[in-house]
């Protein structure tokens, strides 16, 4: 049997290396959070090969004092963490100790600093067998130089997995975006292969702060984002939001920051999605730049090798703290401030509203159904339907796609009104005064091909897509009453066993009160037996077996579920669309102002259910541009 010994140092470091440097962007990644955690307002990176060949990160900090340089390379050394007090609060970027260590184990590192502002400085590299150090006198200004050549020069094995130059380098630059969107008072230079390729500057206001989002993420995702700044219970949620309609084929632009460290975690991403699911193309992403601040006691940053996850105290409030932040700025999106956004203008692009239409192969047209015959249309002439009394679900015994009766009285008060309307011309609605007294979506002048109905604002030409923009505004009326008459529910005259683990069972009871407001009555049965004896009258013909598991899921894993909310307004948007006015249907003008005035006053009026755009602007700026007049 072999006897048991102690590693060398340069082994410990290697395999220790494993964990912490993968490739040249891990090594960056330590290396400028080691320079933001000494107070550096200046960060000069340079790369060659992809970091391959050399990378080298120059900073303004604190530096590293002469007796503590050999300390700078050994393994579990800091300065940032001195007894587990610290650890349980951390408000660093590092604080394990290993980096440079480790780094210097598979790469010719080396340290140059000064904590003075004259010339003197020292120089510190890791040679030999056992990692021993040489400090030597260098000259070098108040700061720290880290170079590190030939990464994986002694290690072949590592070194074969390493990509092209191109991939390399990708993967390095994503890092640099990520840490410049962390701090925006620092400013970043990088060069690659001697050639400059980013300079941000250092700013602390807003519109700084814009212009280095709009630097890294592209000017389109300042165009189509939202600002917003939440706080409670001592959590507080800034940054920018994209809407919808500017959504990503991948999750390649979501930046999420806890105390200003990016993470990437799964209950972020949940609530995320939630917020989102109403409004949101299918098969999109959403994208944004956030930054959650907390007690930093109340968050465990080593979790990870990597640190790019954390694990917080209370999982469920901050879930719901994020989730309803981004759900009620969503809502607050009017096309009122959309179009005050796109006066105030930064003349940016956008994504091709081409690409977007494409992403998604939901029905849509003759598919859909939007050209079929439809009799009227009911808008704000029209009471709100209501859901009260036997009607309130007339899908319970019919089919669940019919249209409510609510909707019936509605589109009648409205044909009534529109029988009685006489022709009218589309200069008889425009008004004589001026643009203060147009509104947002101003007013119609035209329909086109029974699809789109053509206004005319402020700003210029208005498009909409009315089936889309009518669908919205139904859902959420059909929402409100739903929420206003409360939920329904039908015992079921035989209960329904479902087999599930005693892990889940515990949770169907822990969360009893919980099932039983959203309609659900749950009877533990055994040890891993549940009974479902009520369900929601609304979702009766639905999967209720499998729904339940799920949402137990959601309760296990976040604390939190909003799936049955979500089917049942599934069902909500789907008769809202089977309820909307459908494509050929002729408006009078009358009967398409009252649809713009709708959308004014509707929350999320700027998408459909199924996430689509309803409406676009053509400035008259645009329109010149088209035409080429004045050039």
Request: charged content about 25%.
């Amino acid at each position: 049997m072999k006897r048991i010994k102690l590693l060398s140092p340069r082994l410990a470091n290697q395999i220790a290396a494993g964990e912490v440097v993968e490739r040249p962007s891990s090594v960056i990644k330590e290396l400028l959070e080691n320079s933001l955690d000494a107070g550096s307002t200046r960060l000069e990176i340079d790369v060659e090969d992809g970091g391959i060949k050399l990378m080298r990160v120059r900073d303004n900090g604190d530096g590293i004092d002469k007796d503590d340089l050999p300390l700078a390379l050994s393994r579990h050394a800091t300065s940032k963490i001195y007894e587990l007090d610290d650890l349980e609060a951390v408000a660093t970027l590092g604080f394990r100790g290993e980096a440079l260590a480790s780094i210097s184990s598979v790469a010719r590192l080396t340290l140059l600093s000064s904590t003075n502002d004259d010339s003197a400085g020292w120089q510190v590299v890791a040679e030999g067998r056992d990692m021993e150090t040489e400090v030597s006198p260098a000259p070098h200004p108040r700061g720290t130089t880290v170079e590190v050549r030939d990464l994986f020069f002694n290690t072949p094995a590592r070194r074969k997995f390493l990509r092209t130059e191109k991939t390399e380098y990708t993967h390095l630059e994503d890092v640099v975006k990520r840490l410049a969107l962390s701090r925006f008072d620092v400013a970043f230079n990088l060069r690659h292969n001697g050639r400059a390729i980013y300079s941000w500057r250092a700013g602390d206001s807003q519109l700084e702060q814009e212009r280095r989002v709009a630097q890294v993420c592209g000017p389109a995702f300042m165009e189509n984002a939202v600002h917003i700044e939440m706080e409670r219970n001592g959590l507080r949620l800034w940054g920018w939001v994209a809407l919808p309609t500017f959504s990503r084929s991948q999750a390649d632009l979501q930046h999420f920051y806890v105390n200003g460290r990016s993470i990437r975690d799964k209950l972020v991403s949940h609530a995320v999605r939630q917020a989102y699911q109403d409004v949101l193309y299918h098969g999109r992403h959403p994208a944004f730049v956030l930054y959650l601040e907390v007690d930093p006691s109340t968050v465990d940053v080593n979790v990870h090798p990597t640190k790019h996850e954390v694990r917080f105290r209370d999982n469920r409030s901050v879930h719901d703290f994020i989730y309803s932040s981004l759900h009620r700025a969503l809502a607050n999106v009017t096309p009122e401030s959309s179009l005050a956004k796109n006066a105030q203008g930064d003349n940016l692009q956008g994504e091709s509203g081409d690409e977007f239409l494409q992403a998604s192969a939901a029905p849509q047209g003759v598919a859909a159904g939007e050209f079929r015959g439809q009799e009227t249309l009911g808008l704000r002439a029209a009471p709100v339907p209501s859901f009260s009394g036997s009607s309130a679900y007339p899908f319970a015994t019919q089919n669940m796609y019919s249209r409510p009766s609510g909707v019936n009285e509605q589109l009648k008060t409205y044909g009534d009104l529109h029988q009685a309307t006489p022709s009218f011309s589309p200069s008889a609605v425009l008004p004589e005064s001026g643009d203060e007294n147009i509104p947002p979506l101003g007013y119609a002048i035209a329909q086109l091909k029974g699809i789109y109905i053509l206004a005319e604002n402020a700003q210029g030409l208005i498009v909409v897509d009315m089936h889309a923009a009518h669908e919205r505004i139904t859902y959420e009326r059909m929402k409100e009453s739903f929420a206003c008459g409360g939920i329904q529910t039908q015992p079921l005259l035989v209960p329904e066993s479902i087999a599930i683990s005693q892990k889940e069972a515990d949770c169907a009871e822990q969360f009893y009160e919980i099932f039983k407001n959203l309609g659900f009555e749950l009877q533990r049965a055994g040890p891993e037996t549940l009974l479902i004896r009520q369900v929601p009258v609304v979702l009766n013909r639905g999967k209720v077996e499998q729904l339940v598991r799920d949402v137990l899921s959601d309760l296990i894993e976040h604390g939190s579920s909003e799936r049955i909310q979500h089917h049942i307004n599934e069902i909500l948007g789907t008769m809202a669309c089977h309820a909307s006015v459908r494509a050929n249907r002729k408006l009078t003008i009358p009967e398409m102002n009252a649809l713009l005035r709708d959308m004014e006053a509707t929350e999320r009026s700027g998408q459909c259910n199924h996430g689509r755009p309803t409406w676009l602007l053509q400035s008259l700026d645009d329109l010149d541009k088209m035409f080429m007049r004045g050039q």
